[in-house]
């Protein structure tokens, strides 16, 4: 409804699924298949159209961030933007031809045009892979030593899970969206150039950049990139000295246009650059802590909002709240992101209403328009919010969901020691009290990095897609059974069922 296409390019296999959108949009968009057999296009000049007048200011894509009204806010980030970035990696990283970068993120986070451009603007090869193959895990480190992928992209939350091992091609990891530790500089720095990369959609994707070698040192989040500039202001856009935290603005470059069709939106984040000199010149607030260091370097400190990164995903609270509020079975609703486990940062659902819907009603509630990350992993009711004493909600009061935060129907115990065993593996992992054999992991709060942890604790050769396809704690106990007895040696198998047949005998 944003874009209002003038035409859309798709494929036979969705076209009709995409019809159907496009109807209840007005219709009337031509739809023109790519793989049709008579393209609809075959009469038309192979020459290049003209460009239109086509400027550095003009959109080179329209990426969609979360929106605390409920309703995500489309950025408009301009083509002289995205050719910076393009020029800066080349620099920064020295991207050529004889290089190989993995496309790791999905096309809904700006990462992905991260690693799209940093490949195709520099005449390197771009990886593509399947969904299931870049699990961080061993299938990950086997696409990397298959391809021999020599720059790669992950989150700090994909590289504490992603097994140290020996990757003779890969010179280059950079790493953004979370904050990284220390600790993750000393397994990886030490082997390959670790970089910390800093920027959100608003500033084209990346703004500063800091190479990290020592694990003694907090990783900070570096130095602005070449035609971009930084600004540690206070609440009154006057400048801090060093080591005096205040909100991040950006300018230069990479700021964006702002936001589709969202002029009052547009106008509180990115405001007049006083500092720039350029006729209409904007710096776009944050809402980020930051400060100074003594050699030019950031340290960042956290949040200045309500907004928050969950595995690498910048999330606004209030568009999950204002969804879950759409329920009819809710009153009021409020979301948190709990770190109740160290390094283990998850959504958490408040929720005051109607005690005879479940939290899988309203999980899957949310997944009808919110993507996976943004779903809250635990419920908790309530039968009222804490408020401070002036009325306001009192976010520090809403108390740990402790596992069994919301009535999941009826509890029912683990049968043998493959479903006790994994019982014990996913309350570990997802921090449950307990888990019944009728437990949906997904339901329960995982995700792809918590399997990749299950399968690794389960210290069994099993494949990480069966967890996927079988997410049921009793269908993945049998699932896992399966790919035992189908390792066993045949031979081994008829002595054992012959042992078997005599004791029944007896």
Not at 188 to 202: F, I, K, M, S, V
Request: overall charge negative.
């Amino acid at each position: 409804a944003d874009s209002a296409p003038a035409v859309v390019l798709t494929q036979s296999a969705v076209a009709q699924v995409l019809a159907r959108v496009l109807d209840g949009l007005g219709g009337g968009v031509p739809v023109l298949e790519l793989d049709a057999a008579a393209p609809a296009w075959a009469s038309q000049r192979e020459t290049n159209p003209a460009r239109g007048g086509l400027t550095p200011e003009h959109p080179a894509y329209v990426i969609y961030t979360s929106g605390s009204t409920g309703r995500p806010k489309g950025v408009l980030v301009p083509h002289r933007g995205l050719c910076n970035v393009a020029a800066a990696q080349q620099r920064t990283f020295g991207v050529g031809p004889d290089d190989r970068v993995l496309q790791f993120a999905s096309l809904s986070f700006d990462a992905a045009a991260f690693e799209l451009v940093m490949a195709l603007a520099s005449g390197a090869a771009l990886c593509v892979a399947p969904r299931e193959e870049l699990l961080p895990g061993p299938g990950l480190l086997a696409l990397l030593r298959r391809h021999a992928v020599t720059t790669v992209t992950l989150p700090p939350s994909a590289l504490a899970v992603l097994p140290v091992e020996e990757l003779p091609a890969l010179r280059t990891i950079t790493t953004a969206g979370e904050a990284l530790p220390a600790e993750l500089v000393g397994r990886w720095g030490a082997r390959h150039r670790l970089w910390n990369l800093y920027g959100p959609t608003e500033a084209t994707i990346w703004s500063t950049a800091a190479e990290c070698a020592d694990p003694a040192r907090k990783p900070d989040i570096g130095a602005p990139i070449a035609n971009v500039r930084a600004h540690v202001l206070d609440a009154g856009l006057e400048p801090l000295p060093v080591g005096v935290p205040g909100e991040l603005y950006v300018g230069g470059a990479g700021v964006a246009r702002g936001y589709l069709g969202r002029p009052g939106l547009t106008a509180e984040r990115f405001v007049p650059d006083p500092f720039g000199g350029e006729p209409g010149a904007r710096l776009y607030r944050t809402g980020d802590r930051v400060r100074w260091l003594t050699d030019g370097r950031l340290d960042f400190i956290g949040r200045v909002d309500h907004q928050v990164k969950v595995r690498g995903y910048r999330i606004e609270l209030g568009e999950i709240e204002a969804r879950l509020a759409e329920h009819p079975a809710v009153r009021e609703a409020v979301v948190l992101a709990r770190e109740d486990e160290p390094g283990e940062k998850r959504l958490v659902a408040y929720v005051v209403g109607d005690d005879t819907v479940g939290a899988d009603v309203l999980r899957a509630y949310l997944g009808e328009t919110l993507p996976e990350y943004m779903v809250p992993a635990a419920y908790l009711r309530l039968d009222e919010l804490p408020r401070t004493p002036n009325g306001k909600l009192d976010r520090k009061a809403l108390p740990s969901p402790e596992g069994d935060a919301y009535a999941r129907g009826a509890y029912e115990a683990p049968v043998g020691e493959t479903e006790e065993l994994l019982a014990r593996i996913w309350s570990e992992v997802l921090g449950v009290e307990r888990v019944s054999r009728g437990d949906d992991f997904f339901e329960l709060g995982g995700h792809s990095l918590l399997a990749v942890q299950v399968i690794a604790l389960l210290e069994m050769e099993i494949d990480l897609g069966e967890l996927f396809t079988r997410p049921v704690l009793k269908d993945f106990a049998q699932a896992v059974t399966d790919a035992q007895l189908a390792r066993v040696d045949p031979d081994e198998m008829a002595q054992l069922l012959a042992l078997l047949r005599e004791s029944a005998v007896a």
